[in-house]
């Protein structure tokens, strides 16, 4: 173990942590709404997400770029930002909603038992990913180098990034939105009546099937706009980039309370920070472990997480 390593490197580790679980926590957003609503752990989710990161990068090379370009100015940059998260937002968004209508719409209509949904997520996953590895040759993509990274200040040898910024700004902004939206509007009561009491909520006039797709929806915008910073803070993609990342969220998820929207963005920042640290004391080897090993010491030991409030109990 290299305490000496990580004690002269905690800054730099810390930001590179923070970012890495800016990326996590967004991610973890769509397994904790659909967890809150349907007690359903959609593993089919980290697809959802796989097919952001695919969708950036084809909108980028419908302007001709390539991994060999040079970056474009400011405006031209701003505008491949903007196109790229739009398109990630609208294919996962969509890949989510295709999910929940042909797969788990049909098992609900005929009641179908816990297993059997997830059993169908993980068939869905597996699906989803052979299916790009297919069209994709099982090969990574490059993405193209759309945002240069500049260090924009430095505290001690810790340099931060406009990456690390953005990918920090973003992800805090996506879950504030979310907060407001199912503590503030119509809709997201109508998302917290579904979550606490499905019965109740459809004799007060609630329309289970729109908020479960409104949920799937929601949680497909915001994978995709952790493809999107993923994408960038990576460089590559591949037809599994997903699954571990994927896990990670879970993870995340379970450690802030699963189906807590707040818990979500807690557990993947401290998440990130503990895979950073690990990687400095144990070896790059022993980053993704961590997130393994907690998981199992978060089912032991507090499987309600650490802030443990259901979507379904959640107080504006």
Request: hydrophobic content about 55%; overall charge positive; charged content about 10%.
């Amino acid at each position: 173990m290299h305490f000496s390593n990580l004690a002269h490197n905690v800054g730099p580790l810390t930001i590179l942590g923070l970012a890495q679980g800016a990326i996590i926590a967004l991610f973890a957003l769509g397994y904790t709404l659909v967890y809150g609503v349907l007690r359903l752990i959609n593993f089919a989710h980290s697809e959802v997400f796989l097919m952001g990161t695919y969708a950036a990068w084809a909108t980028w090379g419908l302007f001709g770029l390539t991994v060999n370009s040079r970056p474009p100015a400011f405006w031209p940059m701003v505008g491949l930002l903007v196109a790229g998260l739009v398109a990630a937002v609208v294919a996962s968004g969509a890949t989510a909603l295709t999910l929940e209508f042909a797969a788990y719409r049909p098992l609900r209509r005929r009641n179908a038992p816990p297993l059997t949904f997830l059993i169908t997520a993980i068939g869905a996953s597996l699906f989803l990913s052979e299916v790009a590895g297919v069209f994709t040759q099982h090969n990574s993509r490059g993405i193209q180098p759309i945002l240069p990274q500049n260090t924009v200040f430095s505290i001690g040898n810790m340099n931060v990034t406009n990456l690390q910024i953005l990918i920090i700004v973003l992800a805090l902004l996506a879950m504030f939105a979310l907060d407001r939206f199912i503590n503030r509007s119509r809709l997201g009561r109508g998302v917290r009546a579904v979550a606490q009491n499905p019965d109740s909520a459809a004799l007060m006039g609630v329309n289970k099937g729109r908020v479960i797709s409104l949920v799937f929806l929601l949680g497909g915008l915001t994978a995709g706009v952790a493809a999107v910073m993923y994408d960038l803070k990576i460089g590559t993609t591949i037809y599994d980039a997903g699954t571990i990342l994927g896990i990670e969220a879970f993870t995340a998820a379970v450690l802030g309370g699963i189906g807590n929207l707040r818990g979500a963005l807690l557990g993947g920042l401290l998440l990130g920070l503990l895979e950073s640290y690990a990687s400095s004391l144990f070896g790059t080897a022993w980053q993704h472990a961590v997130a393994f090993v907690l998981l199992v010491l978060i089912l032991m030991f507090r499987p309600t997480g650490l802030l443990g409030e259901s979507l379904g109990r959640a107080r504006a």
